[in-house]
């Protein structure tokens, strides 16, 4: 059977970006840690929380992963701040010309969720965390920058280094459509890991005192889930993780966790 130019032009697309997503999925350099640098690792350096900065440091560190919070400006571009103000600005109804007017500490800009994943990506030990945060749109807000982060992820060829976690119940549902394949873990605490798995959902990402009733652990590796636990800043409760063999820790003293994964051998 004799194929048109077009759709030999067609099929030769398809096949490259069915090998493009096979090689993503293959990356096997991953730090194999359980750390998790909660908006970089920014404490033990002075960093600003969710700067570059603190994601070099957290990549520096060989965390297994980096955790950074995003909005969406009122001109729809995507920042990286964990609170829903920027130094008195709120961002929903700001400019990212008028958020630009601002500083981080170390004398930054706000980073921009593009910029922030393309520094991200020029390695393949560290995992990039993306947190959509809830907006103060209610759920149909909370769907749209869903898909907003979804789509500048799948723009920057990012999928394979992208794991999202997020409270808002509404993203999570629609991360499971947009991104079946992404490691997608809710944080809120208020759901059982079965109706996470029924949700398609890839794992829990509660507080660490949710864990403490319950036989979460034995439970969620039946069903096949992963836990992480945050935030998670003194040894003890990062022994008893450990001892509980959690998938994740997230930490803003990465230093400190990888000194007692260490002990914990």
Known sequence: MKHSPLVIVLMAVALNGAFAQKKAKTIKTWNKNVVIAH???????????????????????????SEFDVHMTKDNVLVVNHDADFQ?????????????????????PIPTAEAYIKEGIKQKGTRLVFEIKPTKKGAAGDIALTEA???????????????????????MIKLA?????????????????????????????????VYQKGEWFRKAKELGLTINAW????????????????????????????ETIKKHK
């Open 39 to 65: 908006r970089g690792a920014w404490k033990k350096q002075s960093l600003p929380e969710n700067s570059i900065a603190s994601l070099k440091e957290a990549i520096r560190l060989g965390c297994h992963g």
């Open 88 to 108: 008195g600005l709120h961002i929903e109804q700001s400019t990212y010309a008028e958020l630009l007017e601002k500083k981080l500490s170390n004398g930054e």
């Open 149 to 171: 982060c979804v789509n500048l992820v799948k723009k920057l060829k990012a999928e394979a280094w992208v794991d999202y976690i997020s409270f808002s119940w509404d993203t």
């Open 177 to 209: 459509e947009m991104a079946p394949d992404a490691h997608i873990a809710y944080l809120k605490g208020d759901k059982s890991l079965e109706e996470l798995k029924a949700a398609k959902m890839s794992g829990a990402d509660y507080h660490y005192s």
């Open 231 to 258: 935030t998670v800043n003194n040894e003890a409760e990062m022994t008893w993780l450990l001892d509980n063999k959690v998938e994740f820790i997230t930490t803003n003293e990465p230093e400190l966790l990888f």
